[in-house]
């Protein structure tokens, strides 16, 4: 059986994870290496421990979300089904057997706001875990001149958590913002079509989506 640190401890999964990483630096977007997809892996695993997923199912979650990113080493534009395709032959060279890999396979391909669907549970995690991780750290850049509304957004982040409710039915991303560094509407300009998708995921989950910003439920 394939296990999370069979994979995570995979010498080629790493270096693609790095070396997409890499390609996302030099085209000036924020972190995508190895704190991302541990944070994806964390925030995965606990929605669907929460919601009482069996043992396996969020085994799954966690080679997705640590392997979600990948195809951003092919090009960042529609690297969600570049990095399925990726993970395919990982996975099946692995010896993992193909109703897994296609659970998997599917749930990174649907992970991006451009194009995905959470069409099964492990993709609705998966979007949710990827799109709650807005943080300060992810910031490269550290010239506050130079700043662009993704780097103030991220970087005006002093905290960011996933909860679900002790009666299953809603999930709430609570964040707090420095308004010095970026306001509410930077937020909800560049990540609007992402909370929409955060929406459609919990509905997947059988949640109600909440936004909370500075003690204020804005969705």
Not at 141 to 164: E, G
Not at 190 to 215: D, S
Request: proline residues 1%.
């Amino acid at each position: 059986m394939i296990t999370f640190e069979t994979v995570k401890n995979d010498p080629a999964v790493k270096e693609y994870i790095r070396r997409a990483d890499q390609s996302l630096e030099v085209l000036g977007y924020t972190e995508h290496s190895f704190a991302h997809v541990g944070k994806a892996v964390a925030a995965s695993e606990y929605v669907l421990s929460a919601l009482g997923a069996d043992a396996r199912q969020i085994e799954l979650a966690k080679i997705a979300a640590y392997m979600h990113d990948i195809g951003n080493l092919v090009n960042r534009v529609d690297h969600s089904q570049s990095g399925a395709i990726m993970a395919f032959r990982i996975l099946d060279n692995l010896g993992m057997p193909a109703d897994e890999i296609s659970t998997i396979v599917t749930a990174i391909g649907n992970h991006d706001e451009g194009t995905g669907v959470p069409v099964n549970e492990i993709a609705a995690a998966l979007i949710i875990a990827d799109k709650s991780d807005v943080r300060r750290s992810r910031v490269r850049n550290q010239d506050f001149a130079s700043f662009d509304i993704h780097d103030r957004v991220n970087y005006s982040v002093t905290d960011s958590r996933l909860s679900i409710s002790d009666d299953k039915e809603e999930i709430f991303l609570t964040i707090t913002i420095d308004t010095e560094y970026g306001s509410v509407m930077d937020y909800f300009e560049i990540f609007m079509a992402r909370m929409i998708l955060c929406r459609k995921a919990a509905e997947r989950l059988g949640l109600r989506f909440r936004l909370v910003i500075n003690g204020q439920t804005l969705l």
